[in-house]
């Protein structure tokens, strides 16, 4: 293949989520209603650890830092998709495609590291509890989030680098809503069975063992709790909202990069609720599973509260 040939194509078309004037009007509410309400969950959360200093601990900076993440990781595909519902032609440029590529992939990787990271916070927390403070101090907690965010990085990175320089010479339509790298592989103009088995072992063997690691440490903690009866209760209902979360998160992935030949409309369903609703559902998950977060919420909505009572009586 001709190196001209490598960018004939300058722009993709989405085909979107359907036809149908009746579903592009559903999805459209859908869309706008979760995407408000995953940005609003996460965004309280963070405001909420900050503002609270009963909860300036490790494991609820890490809880702030996947907020933060979902926030952007939800922020990456989901306006665009919202805004081409109604669209004809639902275009990306080939460079807004790969930087949706290296974002999302970024992004995942880095929540990756954080979620191995909070398993072996509630690890310490639960097993060594006299020595928590001490191991999971501010400065470890900094390097975790420097790490998972360099990791993420370096991922995306060389997943970028599998599709960069592919040659695009014709095709251009991709079947969802929104550019990843296994629909991207599959336009271009040159045998690419090999870089698809590669993709998978890169991704999809990430995924799969990341999921498998974080279960087995979670079945661990949970066996070792049963052992204890003090503060048992507490520290169930906290693993169990990690691994509601680590099962939601791992679930589309293995799906989209283990499965040999997905079903079209099973895939962008798994898509969508990947890029819309699971970022919704952590923040729920956490806040109604979390009696401190619970608490620390009504609080600082108190104080909130007040403070406009103060100055609604001071304008008056």
């Not at 014709?170 to 969802?176: H, T």
């Given at each position: 293949m001709?190196?001209?040939?490598h960018?004939?194509?300058s722009?993709?078309?989405?085909?979107?989520?359907?036809?149908?004037w009746?579903i592009q009007l559903?999805?459209?509410?859908?869309?706008?209603?979760?995407y408000?309400?995953?940005?609003?969950?996460?965004?309280?959360i963070?405001v909420?650890?900050?503002?609270?200093?009963?909860l300036?601990?490790?494991?609820?900076?890490?809880?702030a830092?996947?907020s933060?993440?979902?926030?952007?990781?939800?922020?990456?595909?989901?306006?665009?998709?919202?805004?081409?519902l109604?669209?004809?032609?639902k275009v990306?440029?080939f460079?807004?495609?790969l930087?949706?590529?290296?974002?999302s992939?970024?992004v995942?990787?880095t929540?990756?590291?954080?979620?191995?990271?909070?398993a072996?916070?509630?690890?310490v927390?639960?097993?060594?509890?006299?020595?928590y403070?001490?191991i999971m101090?501010?400065?470890?907690?900094i390097?975790?989030?420097?790490?998972?965010w360099?990791?993420?990085?370096?991922?995306?990175?060389?997943?970028?680098?599998f599709?960069v320089n592919l040659?695009?010479c014709?095709?251009?339509?991709?079947?969802?809503f929104?550019?990843?790298?296994?629909r991207?592989?599959?336009?271009?103009?040159?045998d690419?069975?090999k870089?698809e088995?590669?993709?998978?072992a890169n991704s999809?063997f990430?995924?799969l063992?990341?999921?498998?690691?974080?279960i087995f440490?979670y079945?661990?903690?949970?066996?070792t709790?049963?052992?204890?009866?003090?503060g048992?209760?507490?520290?169930?209902?906290?693993?169990?909202?990690?691994?509601?979360?680590?099962?939601l998160f791992?679930?589309?992935?293995?799906?989209f990069?283990?499965?040999?030949?997905?079903?079209?409309?099973l895939?962008?369903?798994?898509?969508?609720?990947d890029?819309?609703?699971?970022?919704?559902l952590?923040?729920v998950?956490y806040?109604?599973?979390?009696?401190?977060?619970k608490?620390a919420i009504?609080?600082?909505?108190?104080?909130?509260?007040?403070?406009r009572k103060k100055s609604?009586?001071?304008?008056?």
């Open positions: 001709n190196r001209a040939n960018s004939v194509v722009e993709f078309v989405f085909l979107g989520l359907s036809n149908s009746e559903l999805l459209f509410c859908f869309s706008c209603l979760f408000m309400s995953s940005m609003m969950g996460n965004l309280l963070v909420t650890v900050i503002s609270d200093s009963y300036h601990s490790p494991m609820y900076f890490l809880l830092n996947l933060i993440i979902d926030m952007i990781f939800c922020s990456i595909g989901a306006p665009k998709m919202i805004c081409d109604f669209r004809k032609q990306i440029s460079g807004g495609c930087a949706q590529i290296f974002f992939h970024a995942g990787g929540e990756i590291v954080l979620l191995i990271a909070m072996f916070d509630r690890y927390a639960i097993c060594k509890p006299l020595h403070l001490t101090s501010p400065r470890l907690c390097v975790i989030l420097v790490v998972a360099t990791i993420g990085v370096i991922h995306s990175l060389a997943q970028l680098a599709v040659p695009f014709g095709p251009n339509i991709v079947d969802s929104y550019c990843d790298i296994p991207l592989i599959k336009l271009a103009c040159t690419t069975y870089l088995f590669i993709v998978t999809g990430i995924s063992g990341a999921f498998f690691l974080l440490s079945i661990f903690i949970l066996v709790v049963q052992k204890r009866s003090s048992s209760s507490k520290a169930l209902s906290t693993l169990s909202a990690h691994v509601i979360v680590v099962v791992f679930g589309p992935l293995i799906f990069y283990m499965w040999p030949s997905p079903s079209t409309h895939d962008k369903f798994l898509a969508m609720f890029a819309v609703l699971t970022p919704l952590n923040p998950i806040t109604f599973r979390n009696r401190e977060m608490a009504r609080r600082v909505l108190n104080q909130v509260i007040g403070f609604l009586n001071g304008f008056i």
